[in-house]
């Protein structure tokens, strides 16, 4: 048989294999507004993301303060707050970390490091895009029809989502659930294109395990998204349905106000299998394209090979297939049998493993590294310290007997917001630090940056730490206000002010780091085409920032694996994929085939 | 591809053979437009998938009234399965070089599914008329919900067929239609398969 396939692949002309047509913009609409290169559908997803992120972010100000010092700001009442809760979620989880690191890291690297043209299907790449859009400027207009955004909570559990009573019942749910749809529409037309890109347009050379951790994580994590957004996008229909046409997917009988309503028998269990078994699975969206670049950066930054990158590659696919089977450890307190939550706890503990192994494979890359504190550099290591506190509190919580008092409490918030807030945010920075050079020609301003990390970084833990605090002693999640509680000593409500401060410090880091952002664009350092002296391909095209089509006219053949730093007998500290073995200088000036090294030297 | 023997190598040995053995080729032997019709209809299967989870697990609750469906179902049946036949004609003209094979076909296959879509909507209609709506009981939303889904996939479908269709007509040769041809088949073929398991289970519900 393989002889069979060897035929056919001597056979195959260069044309027949998808040489991507490569499409050339004639006018400025088709370069910089509807246009199919991937390294501007990158730059478009990006700002999006970042703009409604930054709605986002103002949300959380907004919660902060209603918690921090209730009853002093008259514009938000008991309604507003929940709408804050609900759209700060959905845009921060969603629209903000999943477009960015996918849509906005995924376009830009995927074709870039592969050593592809481009993406495969740029069309309906472009597509994706608009796509998008659409669902934020939807979702966003949500905020102005009558009533208001949703106020459901960001996880839109019926039946109370679509009930009298909850804000934004009249159309503030409606579009949100048409917002989502959207969102998986364009999303599936740009996860196929990256799923593609990477299984068939790589370059020569680049074999699977020759690709950075970064385009592994990325690529995995599209595939978990395929699979896991159809759970959302027949979740939001049926919701939908119930809301618009009466139906009782979800929907129970119930007596609102009195009168029984016209549902009936519908399960809202059955909205929340769907709604976790795509949330789940998301978290890992998340994660591993975070996971992916982290290792790649403290790789270059610290002049070191990956730690086990075989393992790494396994452990992304594992943490993979394993989050389809944690959804229910969301549900613990929905009533479930036993058996079931055991069944959940135990894979919960399970996926630990392969996500342990990845933190210390991490360290083991820093250890008798070169390390080179880099803004990257430190916002890696950030995350590192951010992920495991964050993880160990979620294996508290895995356990169905200590989830039970806590899920309604602000340690679950705490949890949450560092495993996959401010870890997978500190990876974004570190991304943005890391990739700016090559998307603008610019660098960032590095004084502007150690502040940002700085504050950023000591800020999350100030505002977090407190948190798990708040939740042990029974500080409720949700609440638009405490007020006099036995249990809660007043302490809490300092702590509570405390926090609120620190969340506003945090936010002023972020205003000055996209203001170095918008600076550095114009006015920045120029950066040369490899400032990190880094060996994956992104860093060898022959233009900075890399031009259309990427790697001018001939595509780059690949040579070795992306880690190729301080190698025995070497000169140079890092070798490109591309060089070609007979052109690494070796010490004492002489040139030869690495290829012909003893494998021992690469280890 | 064997994807073992892939995920298992060790990158940092340098294989000298490696850079001169690795083909121009991805890690399937096939165009990138196939693949992704793969890996599209993967995410089809879930979302199907899903919803017929769904479909049983609300069967179990109490009131749930199945309903009579109706006999244009079968002729509606027919239709989809001459077009996937249809559009096997054609993707086999594609094969043999026969360009009014291929223009037979894809008429016939468009047709065809044309009727289904009508039929389905006539289905529709004649449930409304004797008050099956979808408020009244459960099952009947899952009737309307499956069924629109997978219309609205056919109709998906319809807009590739479009695209061959005038291709064919603007005169592209046999060669040219050949790779959209056989992606719309897939296709079809597929749909008809997720038709065929919806509609043993509207029968068997």
Sequence with gaps: ?603 | MNLFHEMTKKPWLVDPTEASSVREVGAFFLPAGKVGLRVFLVVVTVVFTLITIAYADRMLFANWLPMQEPWVLWLNTAFLIASSVAMQWAHNGTRQNNLNGVRDGLIWGGVLTFAFLTGQLYVWQQLVDLGYYANTNTANAFFYLLTAAHGLHMAGGLVAWWRSFARMRRGASVADLRLSVELCTTYWHYLLLIWLVLFALFLVS
């Design chain 1, 1 to 603: 048989m393989s002889n069979g396939m060897l035929e056919e692949t001597q056979v195959i002309p260069l044309a027949e294999v998808e040489e991507v047509d490569l499409y050339h913009a004639h006018h400025w609409i088709t370069k910089y507004v509807f246009c199919q290169d991937a390294k501007v559908i990158a730059i478009q997803y990006s700002a999006t993301a970042i703009l409604i992120g930054l709605v986002g972010l103002v949300l959380s100000w907004m919660m902060r303060l209603q918690l921090g010092f209730p009853e002093v700001f008259d514009f938000i009442d008991a309604e507003s707050y929940y709408q804050y809760v609900t759209m700060h979620g959905m845009i921060m989880v969603i629209y903000l970390l999943t477009a960015l690191f996918l849509g906005g890291f995924g376009n830009y690297l995927i074709p870039l490091m592969v050593g592809a043209r481009d993406m495969v299907f740029p069309y309906m790449n472009m597509l994706s895009y608009w796509v998008y859009l659409l669902a934020v400027i939807v979702l966003t207009v949500s905020f102005f029809v009558p009533g208001g955004a949703s106020g459901a909570g960001w996880t839109l559990y019926p039946p109370q989502a679509i009930s009298e009573g909850t804000p934004g019942i009249d159309g503030g749910i409606i579009l949100m659930l048409i917002s989502l749809v959207l969102f998986i529409i364009g999303f599936t037309m740009g996860g196929l294109n990256y799923v593609v890109t990477v299984l068939q347009a790589r370059a020569r050379g680049m074999t699977l395990m020759r690709m950075p951790l970064t385009v592994w994580g990325i690529f995995v994590a599209t595939i978990l998204a395929l699979l896991a957004f159809p759970a959302l996008f027949v979740a939001g229909v049926m919701m939908l349905l119930d809301r618009v046409l009466g139906t009782s997917f979800f929907m129970p009988e119930m007596i609102v106000q009195g009168e029984m309503t016209s549902h009936e028998n519908g399960s809202p269990l059955l909205f929340q299998h769907l709604f976790w078994f795509f949330g789940h699975p998301e978290v890992y969206i998340v994660a591993l394209p975070a996971f992916g670049v982290v290792s790649d950066i403290i790789s270059t930054h610290a002049r070191k090979n990956i730690f086990g990158y075989r393992m790494m590659v396994w452990a992304i696919v594992a943490i993979g297939g394993l989050s389809f089977i944690v959804w229910a450890h969301h549900m613990y307190v929905s009533g479930m049998n036993p058996y079931f939550g055991f069944f959940f706890a135990t894979t919960t503990l399970i996926i630990a493993v392969p996500t342990a192994l990845k933190v210390y494979n991490w360290v083991l890359t820093l250890w008798k590294g070169n390390i080179h504190l880099s803004i990257p550099m430190l916002f890696c290591v950030a995350f590192i310290l951010t992920f495991v506190n964050g993880g160990i509190t979620g294996l508290f919580l895995g356990n169905v007997i200590v989830d039970i008092p806590l899920s309604d409490t602000m340690f679950v918030v705490a949890h949450f917001h560092m495993v996959m807030g401010i870890a997978p945010i500190l990876v974004i920075y570190a991304a943005i630090y890391h990739w700016f050079p090559k998307m603008s020609g610019r660098m960032l301003h590095e004084g502007w940056g150690q502040f940002h990390f700085w504050v950023t970084f000591l800020g999350s833990y100030l505002i977090y730490f407190p948190m798990h605090y708040l939740g042990f002693i029974g500080v409720p999640r949700r609440y638009f206000e405490i007020g006099e509680t036995s249990f809660i000593p007043p302490s809490s409500v300092t702590l509570n002010e405390f926090i609120t401060v620190t969340v506003l410090i945090v936010g002023f880091a972020q205003v000055v780091f996209i203001a170095n952002i918008i600076i550095s664009i114009f006015k920045g350092k120029p950066a040369d085409s490899n400032p990190w002296n880094a060996t994956s391909l992104e860093w060898q095209t022959a233009e900075t920032p890399p031009g259309h089509g990427n790697f001018g006219d001939e595509l780059p053949v690949v040579y070795r694996w992306a880690y190729a730093y301080s190698m025995p007998g070497v000169e140079a500290d890092f070798v490109p994929q591309n060089l070609p073995p007979d052109q690494v200088r070796r010490t004492g000036s002489t040139t030869g085939p690495v290829a012909e090294d003893p494998p021992e030297l690469h280890q």
